[in-house]
Nanobody
Framework: QVQLVESGGGLVQAGGSLRLSCVASGRTFSSYSMGWFRQAPGKEREFVAAIWWGDSRTRYTDSVKGRFTISRDDAKNTVYLQMNSLKPEDTAVYYC??????????????WGQGTQVTVSS
């Protein structure tokens, strides 16, 4: 059973930066595409970014392109989300999961506890 632990969230002013981390248990991490999702209060969880396994191609939802960067370190079973030029609308709980990178959908129904990102104006 894969477990995912997200960290790195916090309170930041608009225009600031944060780096989120997601550590996964299990020995097959490098064989899965990984992604980040977020859920704002009163809204459904939405896809943010994905990184393919193997060649580390990436894709992003339009609202974060040019501001967020997803990366992975397979030796550490960790996926990162570098978030720059943060906006108040980025405020949400951020989650990671194994994904179908092409579709931007999670492969697993189980989610970690997430990490809260709050951007003040």
């Amino acid at each position: 059973q894969v477990q995912l632990v997200e960290s790195g969230g916090g309170l930041v002013q608009a225009g600031g930066s944060l780096r989120l981390s997601c550590v996964a248990s299990g020995r097959t991490f490098s064989s899965y595409s990984m992604g980040w999702f977020r859920q704002a209060p009163g809204k459904e969880r939405e896809f943010v970014a994905a990184i393919w396994w193997g060649d580390s191609r990436t894709r992003y939802t339009d609202s974060v392109k040019g501001r967020f960067t997803i990366s992975r370190d397979d030796a550490k079973n960790t996926v990162y989300l570098q978030m720059n030029s943060l906006k108040p609308e980025d405020t949400a709980v951020y989650y990671c999961n194994q994904v179908n990178a092409a579709k931007g959908t999670a492969l697993r129904d189980a989610w970690g506890q997430g990490t809260q990102v709050t951007v003040s104006s």
